[in-house]
């Protein structure tokens, strides 16, 4: 069975400030990670995808990913009051364990931004 | 406009009474899936398709159906709802024949199983 692992929070930052939210997967051989912004009654909306080691930049989101760490991340520069969310991560591919074709979604980290 | 569409939005049922959660997208999606989300639990995957007739379980598939007809509509089917059923459901598509891609969801459902 996949597991993704995200710090529930809550996570509080200062406006203007850098969010960093973290991401740990089990599965050693993921092809794909993601990255879903979430507000509360609403559906995943995805904000980054990123899918070599390194990192990817998309205006004030970075992703970055370790796969020899099974490490993902978050950063979200100048952070504004309406990217108070809860963000999901979720890791996709890989050959072991079997099961459903699919992302597997964490439970996700929910992102206070503090005015 | 690209979207996923679902409907209804929202749904009140009492135990035993089948219902069906349409979805469908106007992007020639080849892939479509059904999550459910529950506090505590995350998404998890019901069921999922790969192209036309071709579907497969996810992860927690008992008491659902689907099919998948026509490329852009994926209904899921409760033939006999149940309490435990009560969850908001999401549609999601991608475009490749593969879940491993980004995939866009739907507004969601929110079930309520009396």
């Known amino acids: 069975q996949k597991e993704v692992e995200q710090n529930s929070g809550p996570l509080s930052v200062p406006e203007g400030a850098i969010a960093s939210l973290n991401c740990t997967y089990s599965?050693?051989?993921?092809?794909?990670f993601f990255w879903y912004r979430q507000y509360s009654g609403k559906s995943p909306e995805l904000i980054m995808s990123?899918?070599?080691?390194g990192d990817k930049e998309d205006g004030r989101f970075t992703a970055q990913l370790n796969k020899a760490s099974q490490y993902v991340s978050l950063l979200i520069r100048d952070s504004q009051p309406s990217d108070s969310a809860t963000y999901l991560c979720a890791v996709g591919g890989g050959y072991s364990g079997g099961g459903a074709d699919g992302l597997t979604f964490g439970k996700g980290t929910h992102l206070i931004i503090q005015p | 406009e690209a979207q996923v569409t679902q409907n209804p939005r929202y749904l009140i049922t009492v135990t035993g009474k089948k219902l069906t959660v349409t979805c469908s997208q106007n992007m020639n999606h080849e892939y479509m899936s059904w999550y459910r989300q529950d506090p505590g639990l995350g998404l998890r995957q019901i069921y999922y398709?790969?192209?036309?007739?071709?579907?497969d379980k996810g992860d927690v598939p008992e008491g659902y159906k689907v099919s998948r007809k026509e490329k852009r509509n994926f209904p899921l089917i409760l033939e006999s709802p149940s309490p435990n059923q009560t969850s908001l459901y999401f549609c999601?598509?991608?475009?490749?024949?593969?879940?491993?891609?980004?995939?866009?969801f739907g507004p969601g459902t929110r079930l309520t199983v009396l």
């Open positions: 999601a598509s991608s475009p490749t024949g593969t879940g491993y891609n980004e995939q866009f």
């Open positions: 990123i899918y070599s080691n």
């Open positions: 599965d050693r051989v993921s092809q794909s």
């Open positions: 398709s790969m192209n036309v007739e071709v579907t």
